[in-house]
């Protein structure tokens, strides 16, 4: 398994939009993907469990992934995270 650190980028944090992004990228991915944040541990594929970790912009997360192409999902999971979600009009 690897993980990286990445600070949430959208000013309010992972609420409604931004939630349903990360979900939708992870659902897509061919490795799960979980989100970790002050001991509690979501699945990047269920809207519930990312809601609850109650993420808020500048908070630290860590992402994780396990399998042949982990590296390359943490990659686009980070990048998304990192993104201001709240300030990018429509679709991300």
Known sequence: MISREVTIGSRIGLHGRPAA???DLAAGLPVPVHI???GRTADARSIISV???GAR?????????EGDTAE???????ALLAR?????????
Do not use: R, S
């Not at 390359?72 to 980070?78: H, I, R």
């Open 57 to 65: 912009g500048g908070d630290v997360v860590t992402v994780h992934a």
């Open 21 to 23: 992004a990360v979900v």
């Open 51 to 53: 809601l609850a970790l």
């Open 84 to 92: 201001d979600l709240d300030a990018e009009p429509g679709d991300v």
């Open 36 to 38: 970790t944040m002050n």
């Open 72 to 78: 390359g999902a943490l990659d686009t999971v980070v």
